[in-house]
């Protein structure tokens, strides 16, 4: 039997997804989240759930990729890709019980391996500011069968705290994505820090800006500014491969744990950075 090569191409980028969501949980130490130490703040998370559930998705990711590289309509692409989405989150509870391990994920990177997928089956760049462009047009695009209302922890944090959550960083085309976590990455790997530096170095970026939502839903605007004040003392002692930016990371984690907070936003945009990282790698050795 012959695969297509748009087949090939999209279950790639839905293993590049999974990949970037291991990589993000397994990323140790994190402050207040799941990573192979711990739980993190989370009392109903742990590192083998959280892998389950990435695993569960792949297939998920893989088909909107799909009907990215199929679809030359916008509005109808946005539907379809919407309704994936939705049977994904279901998919995601039935797997784990009802935790939610992953919906602010399956926002975030099912909207960008859209895009990548959309992007290359055009011939478009694949550059991260292209793609997030795209993924960024994509969500602002009205979703006709979402439903008005969710009562998800974070829509509610938004309409308390007046921010914008994971659906305005989308909707922006995800800045802090393009603008905060792949330079601290690629900063971070320029001046000879390991990959786990680097990686953590991506995160305490996003950290120090997001207007986090599992924080604000969890503690309030005084824990988010200490999380986010936190984070920026972590990168401006140097980073977390310093003497004194472990400390300050120490430091930031005893603040999370102590207030009870995750910075769970952020975990979904440094999966974010991930996933466009590995993008640009497989490009740039054309395997994209």
């Not at 695993?55 to 109808?76: T, W």
């Not at 969890?218 to 986010?228: D, K």
Request: neutral net charge.
């Amino acid at each position: 039997m012959m695969i297509r090569p748009v087949q090939i191409r999209t279950a790639a980028l839905g293993r590049q997804v999974l990949q970037a969501l291991l990589d993000e949980v397994t990323l140790t130490p994190k402050p207040g989240l799941v990573d192979l130490r711990s739980r993190g703040a989370h009392t109903d998370l742990n590192w083998a759930l959280m892998c389950h559930s990435a695993c569960v998705l792949e297939p998920v990711f893989a088909a909107m990729a799909d009907a990215g590289a199929r679809s030359e309509d916008d509005d109808l692409l946005r539907q379809r890709i919407g309704a994936i989405g939705r049977d994904g989150e279901a998919l995601m509870l039935a797997a784990t019980g009802g935790v939610n391990t992953h919906r602010g994920a399956i926002w975030a990177l099912g909207l960008l391996v859209t895009a990548a997928a959309q992007q290359g089956a055009r011939g478009a760049s694949l550059a991260p500011t292209a793609v997030a462009a795209r993924a960024g047009a994509l969500a602002r695009l009205h979703d006709r069968g979402a439903p008005g209302a969710t009562g998800n922890k974070g829509e509610l944090a938004c309409r308390q705290y007046r921010v914008d959550g994971a659906r305005g960083q989308a909707r922006a085309g995800f800045p802090l994505v393009t603008g905060a976590g792949l330079p601290a990455l690629l900063a971070s790997r320029a001046r000879g820090d390991n990959e786990t530096t680097a990686r953590l170095n991506a995160l305490l970026a996003i950290v120090s800006q997001l207007d986090d939502t599992c924080v604000l839903s969890r503690g309030g605007e005084s824990a988010l500014l200490a999380v986010q004040a936190g984070a920026a003392r972590v990168l401006a002692a140097g980073g977390a491969a310093t003497a004194a930016g472990t400390e300050a990371l120490l430091a930031l984690e005893a603040v999370a744990l102590a207030r009870g907070v995750s910075p769970g936003g952020s975990a979904d945009l440094l999966a974010a950075t991930l996933f466009l990282d590995r993008l640009t790698e497989g490009e740039a050795h054309g395997n994209a």
